[in-house]
């Protein structure tokens, strides 16, 4: 027996303390202070329950509300001290309410576990986490539309296999992240709502026999029902998983525009400068300017996945209801959260910032016989060729042009019809870029008229959420 006291919350079991190891194994106060606020709001709605219920007296239930606002400013000032030996949030924040208000705090954990009491408060932090995921990834939707607005017609390559393919707009090529990213916001909706259920009053797995009313709860923590299955309500965490794997996506998402800001910033391509707001240069060459941010962005996504893949990996195989195992659960979800935010302010940030060189993407898009397609195009439209006929035309056409060392729209017509007697010289309407870009006006097309309608109506529809709130 050491002479440390043994644990102030079950001592009536326990005669020594834990050993050093166990502590440190298992004490969560480290990670899960950050849960106070949640744990602290979900205690204050039992006490208030428990009144109601006539389980609690009403000042009893006054006197904890009270003290648990104390907790909170105690807190939010900083003079709090968190204890290790008290293990957890839940033990820290009972304890100290115990200290400030005496025996009526022993009465808030009736008809209540800490198993009920962790889910509840997880569930409530992941919830404030999409509803603050959610306003970001609109800010950068709005970033982007409004990019896309100005840019509707700065003409760029577009690209498959990193080759330039067809000719696209800017704006069309950041309206894509906006699609991307409504998708994105709708996954986290959806999570949200799957995730909004009440575990409170699950108690330890089976319930309780004291005369709750977990609906009266559900509702004063913002939850639209109580959990059905009290075993279910304290051992599964598939709405962190769930809003893991939506921020996962999204941070795929955000990779692949952060490594395009990397690409397009490199002297080879030269299509968009970032101002020294978010560029570094280097300590050795003094002509560097590179996008730390955007790589930083590009990389947030292995801990993303990985927070995912851990959790997954936590709760694989555990046995109803709940076990320690599922401790593990925050650390990496909050690391995950924290790191998907700074991707979405820093990549809001720097679409703010980037500025395109029409210039170079212009120069750029012309290159690699860009407009082939059209080429061929307009040999299946005006001189009814099979469009395979057209393709194998066109391919000779390039050919002649690649030998020549010319863009397709600076070969003479006469090598085009050495190769398809019948073409005219009405073809070079098709073969320069603005004409390529501005012919794609099918639903969903690059057209700048298209693109220009598309950007405004986003930028309608991101202002009527706002104002719908
Ligand atoms: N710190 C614990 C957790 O995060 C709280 C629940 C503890 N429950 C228990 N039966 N030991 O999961």
Known sequence: MTDKPANAMWGGRFQMSPAEIMQEINASIGFDKRLAPQDIRGSKAHAQMLAEAGILTKSDAKEIVKGLDQVQAEIDAGTFEFSVALEDVHMNVENRLKTLIGAAAGRLHTARSRNDQVATDFRLYVRDAIDGIDAALERVQQALAEKAEAHAATVMPGFTHLQPAQPVTFGHHLL?????????????????????ESPLGSAALAGTSFPIDRKRTAEALGFDRPMAN?????????????????????AIHFSRLAEEIVIWMTPQFGFVKLSD???????????KRNPDAAELARAKVGRIAAAFQGLAMVMKGLPLAYSKDMQEDKETTFDALASLRLVMAAMAGMIGDLEPVPEAMRAAAGRGYSTATDLADWLVRELKMPFRDAHHVTGSIVKAAETKGLDLDKLPLADMQAIEPKITKAVFSVL?????????????????????KMA??????????RAKG
């Open 176 to 196: 894509a992240y906006v699609e991307m990213i409504a998708r994105d916001r709708g996954r986290f909706a959806d999570a949200r709502k799957r995730l909004n």
């Open 456 to 465: 405004r109506h986003w930028l309608r529809r991101l202002e009527k959420g």
């Open 277 to 287: 707001r978010f560029t570094t240069g280097s300590s050795i060459m003094p002509q």
């Open 230 to 250: 009290s075993l279910d309500g304290v051992s599964d965490r598939d709405f962190a998983l769930e809003t893991l794997a939506a921020a996962t996506i999204t």
């Open 432 to 452: 320069s870029v603005e004409n390529s870009v501005k012919s794609r006006t099918s639903y969903g097309g690059t057209a700048p008229q298209n693109v220009l």
